[in-house]
């Protein structure tokens, strides 16, 4: 398990065409291909900010927590999550006028931006899923000592799944078990402490701290803070014959190959 404080995270400052963001590296590093997690936050919070059409070689995750924008044609705001299998294209990402933040969730590196239109021929198949849905983090916090699960993506047979979790002040909760392809915690609101052996509280995880489970990795117990906190707890599919799905088939992957962007940037 791995848990990162937002003040932990690693801030790179990206200058585009149509102005400057951050990226903000929390496990991992984007633009190589090695088999390691990824997760980062892509901070293009200005006006008419874009990612044109691209899929990836990887099964992933990305929850929109800051701003506003389109992922293709829905609208997402805060904190809206997508996910994608592994080889399905998705975009354009269009900003409105204050630009979009975003976390991207992968279990293995991506193996590159492969760019759309113009790489179909490097799709081993027909597109996958693309699943899209809502955590209301608007609401007043559960009563003191209370949580609230909420089962966010319809259930499935690989073990794919999103589940909200809210606590009030002081609430404690042992996280749902990572039975299928690992799993990330990203504290939303609020702030939680990890506990770790011996019943001791651990590192404490504010707003945008994430917390990486390897599948069939015991689950952190957490305790909320005075306000209490909510928790999207996304995971990934179990590895099968899918393409992409396998971080073991991926890990043969030659590390030289990584497919840039066409302005020749990564992620």
Same mark, same amino acid.
């Not at 059409?53 to 929850?63: G, V």
């Given at each position: 398990m791995q848990s990162v404080a937002s003040t932990e995270a690693k801030e790179v400052v990206v200058t585009r065409?149509?102005?400057?963001?951050?990226?903000?590296?929390?496990?991992?590093s984007p633009g190589i291909i090695d088999e390691n997690?990824?997760?980062?936050?892509?901070?293009?919070?200005?006006?008419?900010?874009r990612i044109d059409?691209?899929?990836? $070689?990887?099964?992933? *995750? #990305?929850?929109v927590v800051e701003g506003a924008c389109r992922m293709g044609k829905k609208a997402a $705001?805060?904190?809206? *999550? #997508?996910?994608?299998d592994a080889y399905t294209p998705y975009g354009p990402i269009v900003g409105e006028q204050q630009g979009f933040a975003f976390f991207t969730l992968?279990?293995?590196?991506?193996g590159g931006f492969f760019a759309m239109p113009g790489n179909r021929h490097n799709m081993p198949g027909r597109a996958g899923r693309n699943i899209a849905g809502w955590?209301?983090?608007s609401r007043p916090a559960p009563a003191p000592g209370a949580v609230v699960r909420e089962a966010l993506m319809p259930d499935t047979a690989d073990g794919l799944d999103a589940v909200g979790i809210r606590?009030?002040?002081?609430?404690?909760?042992?996280?749902p078990v990572s039975d299928a392809g690992g799993q990330y915690y990203l504290v939303c609101e609020g702030e939680v402490r990890q506990a770790v052996a011996?019943?001791?509280e651990g590192k404490t995880l504010t707003r945008h701290s994430l917390i990486h489970v390897p599948s069939n990795e015991t689950s952190p117990t957490l305790r909320a803070g005075a306000a209490g906190a909510e928790i999207l707890v996304v995971q990934f599919a179990r590895p099968s014959e899918r393409p992409g799905s396998n971080p073991k088939m991926l890990a043969t992957r030659d590390p030289t190959a990584y497919m840039k962007r066409p302005d020749g940037s990564g992620h």
């Open positions: 065409a149509g102005g400057t963001g951050r990226r903000v590296d929390y496990i991992g997690p990824q997760a980062f936050l892509v901070d293009r919070l200005y006006p008419d900010a059409p691209h899929f990836h $070689d990887i099964d992933q *995750f #990305q929850i $705001d805060a904190v809206t *999550f #997508q996910y994608a992968r279990p293995i590196a991506s955590f209301d983090t606590l009030g002040s002081g609430a404690e909760i042992d996280g011996g019943g001791q």
